[in-house]
């Protein structure tokens, strides 16, 4: 025992030493254990759950417009974009050849792309490639080229609905017409979710969710795909036929006042957008403003019968064929004589209409040009609608007061006036139009007295059946409408030779179903007559539309070629062939 | 000699509830996997429907049926002429 104590004894400062020595590692051990623990610790988790935390896209795909019988006019499908890393492409570069071919795209060009960019560590060689040009890219399996998911939008029906459906930009963003106007409920937004992923990529564990997934409301339109395409062709020939710059037709439900159709010439295909001239992009039937000519005459009478100083009978005398206005005059193509309402719509009398006005008050007139719409807003929801142009009767001066009547001095647009000639088709009621497929209609107000309206229509009828109307005419139907050639207003005044030709058409006349509205602009193949160049555009697109919509002709037995036959009953069930 | 056994037993007890705990994680896992490929699967068909719409929309375009009709089925709109009115 002695001796033991002795040895500790020996060498304290040895020991000592020793004794420190281990203290000190202890205690760096301990503080750098502290360290990490306090304070380097958000560090260190972060980069630790890097290795296995990840942030997953839940793809989302933006909303399906649809025509209103289920018929997709707009869809996205999923795509893919290509892009590279410039500097590591650069190290294969007897491969581009490859690469060029699997995206359709120009060697000398992709060359241009990556070498032109090769201090950027991101380059889109093509975005959106159709499933083929994608597979391919994925079999080249090249290193610096790499596939990223997204979607591309189609339109089937191409250019037929173009300048309603409109179109989205690449990033999916709407850019005109329904897909601008509708923006908001038809975009999609990818959810985003962290997981963790394990060695192999796969996803072990969901842990939060970081932004929920808003789907694509899809979107059914009021269009007819099948009425479209109708007005459609029958428009584009016309435009063609006549060399005219450009066109316009749109067709109303009359009840709901749903739009079943609505084109424009010229057009452009959605799908395909380069080489695209920016004015065919317009709307023209909402964004073009001009004056309704004759078409608005309809809506004159409508005050005079309105007025009760007037009724179906009253004559008014337009010989001879002349109006002086103070410096002004008033113009018919001839001397009329003395006319009857039906009449000076038949013969579109300037004269006579410009006396009906000007025996009216100014206010009384502009309060029924205001009420069925002319000039104000449909509010209808697409973009870049122009309103146009009634001006207040209290500055009205006397020749303007006249001109009025016959549509010079007020600008409208074309689902305007489509809207004003359906007030006189439904009975007199000024009906909110809708571009969306309505399961109850919209909010209408009465503007017309129904005695007024039907009388109007059994005047139009008139105008179809005998007077400039003629080829407007649906076999089997009966037709109300009114035709109008318009002298285009330029900056110089009124064009000499520059012509709107217009048709404003109902079908059928006896108990209404559609509206529609053709506007042709500047024909210039020597016709310009409304009659002559917008009325069969009218008879063309509303004979196919009748038949698509199930439509009971009014008139079958008015037709020497329709044959009354009694049902026999040994023809039910034999083949078409049998039929007498 | 009590308290030994009641040790005994709640370590056996904690020990199955650690077994147990083994096999519900085990089986969620296995279950979210099937969840993961049953939304992709998901994802997949919705696709492919889409597609699916388009092609038919594509094919029922009112340009192609009309061309169809005519060109190759020798298909006319009636004539005004053939219509008999059947009463």
Redesign the interface.
């Given at each position: 025992m002695n001796e033991g104590t002795k040895v500790t004894s020996l060498f304290p400062a040895r020991r000592l030493l020793v004794v420190m020595v281990f203290l000190l590692c202890a205690s760096t051990l301990g503080w750098r254990v502290v360290d990490l623990q306090l304070n380097e610790k958000d560090f260190l988790q972060g980069h630790g759950a890097d290795r296995y935390l990840r942030i997953n896209q839940i793809?989302s795909?933006r909303g399906?417009v649809f025509d209103r019988n289920g018929?997709?006019?707009a869809?996205?499908?999923?795509s893919a974009s290509v892009w590279a890393e410039p500097k590591v492409l650069m190290k294969n570069r007897e491969r581009w050849i490859e690469l060029a071919d699997a995206i359709n795209m120009p060697l000398g060009h992709l060359e241009a792309l990556v070498t032109g960019r090769l201090n950027r560590n991101f380059v889109y060689l093509r975005r959106q490639l159709t499933p083929e040009q994608s597979r391919r890219v994925a079999e080249l399996d090249l290193s610096g080229v790499s596939l990223q998911e997204d979607s591309r939008r189609?339109y089937?029906?191409?250019e037929?609905t173009s300048h309603v459906v409109g179109f989205t930009n690449v990033d999916d963003q709407g850019q005109e017409g329904v897909e601008l106007e509708f923006d908001e409920s038809l975009s999609a937004v990818p959810g985003l979710r962290r997981v963790i992923k394990d060695r192999l990529g796969?996803?072990?564990?969901?842990l939060e969710e970081l932004r929920e997934r808003k789907k694509g409301e899809p979107i059914h339109l009021s269009i007819d795909?099948?009425v479209q395409?109708a007005a459609y062709r029958a428009l584009k020939t016309a435009v063609h036929r006549h060399a005219a710059r450009a066109g316009s037709m749109v067709i109303l439900d009359v009840r709901t006042g749903e739009i079943l159709a609505l084109v424009n010439q010229p057009s452009f295909n959605p799908n395909n957008r380069s080489g695209l001239k920016p004015e065919n992009l317009r709307n023209r039937a909402v964004t073009d403003l001009f004056e309704p000519g004759s078409t608005a005459k309809p809506f004159t009478i409508a005050a005079a019968l309105e007025s009760s100083h007037y009724d179906k009978e009253s004559i008014v005398d337009t010989a001879p064929g002349l109006l002086e206005i103070g410096q002004h005059s008033v113009t018919d193509i001839e001397n009329f004589g003395n006319l009857n309402l039906t009449n000076i719509l038949v013969k579109s009398s300037n004269v006579g209409a410009s006396k009906i006005a000007l025996s009216l008050e100014p206010r009384f007139l502009w309060n029924v040009f205001q009420s069925v719409g002319l000039g104000t807003s449909t509010e209808v929801a697409l973009p870049g609608e122009i309103i146009g142009r009634l001006k207040h009767y209290s500055h009205w001066r006397d020749i303007e007061h006249a001109t009025q009547s016959f549509g010079y001095g007020l600008s409208l647009n074309v689902i305007q006036l489509a809207r004003a000639y359906a007030v006189i088709a439904n009975g007199g009621w000024l009906q909110k139009l809708s571009i969306k497929k309505l399961e109850t209609p919209g909010h209408r107000e009465r503007v017309l007295k129904r005695e007024t309206t039907e009388e109007l229509l059994g005047m139009l009828t008139r105008v179809v059946d005998s007077g400039t109307g003629k080829k407007g005419q649906v076999?089997?139907y009966s037709v109300a409408g009114k035709t109008g050639t318009v002298h285009k207003n330029t900056t110089s005044g009124y064009a000499s030779n520059r012509y709107l030709s217009l048709f404003a058409g109902i079908i059928p006349a006896t108990d209404p179903e559609l509206v529609a509205v053709v506007v042709v602009d500047e024909p210039r193949k020597g016709e310009y007559f409304g009659g002559r160049v917008a009325a069969p555009v009218f008879a063309s697109a509303m004979s196919d539309a009748v038949?698509l919509l199930d439509i009971r002709p009014d008139r079958?037995?008015e037709?020497s070629?329709?044959?009354?036959?009694?049902?026999d009953e040994s023809w039910i069930g034999t083949p078409s062939g049998a039929?007498p | 000699v009590k308290g030994g056994l009641i040790v005994l037993f709640l370590t056996a007890l904690i020990f199955c509830s650690a077994i147990e705990l083994i096999l519900t994680r085990h089986k969620s896992?296995a279950l979210?996997?099937e969840l993961?490929n049953l939304q992709q699967h998901q994802?997949t068909l919705?696709?492919k429907h889409?597609?699916l719409?388009?092609e038919?929309?594509?094919w029922?375009?009112?340009?192609r049926v009309e061309n169809v009709a005519r060109q190759s089925l020798d298909m006319v709109?009636q004539r005004?002429?053939d219509?008999?009115?059947?009463?």
């Open positions: 793809q795909d399906i018929e997709a006019l869809i996205s499908i999923p189609y089937p029906s191409a037929v796969r996803v072990i564990e969901e795909d099948r395409y076999r089997g038949r079958p037995f037709d070629y329709t044959k009354v036959v009694a049902i039929y | 896992r979210f996997v993961q994802y919705q696709q889409r597609q719409i388009l038919q929309a594509t029922s375009t009112y340009p709109p005004y002429e219509i008999f009115t059947l009463r």
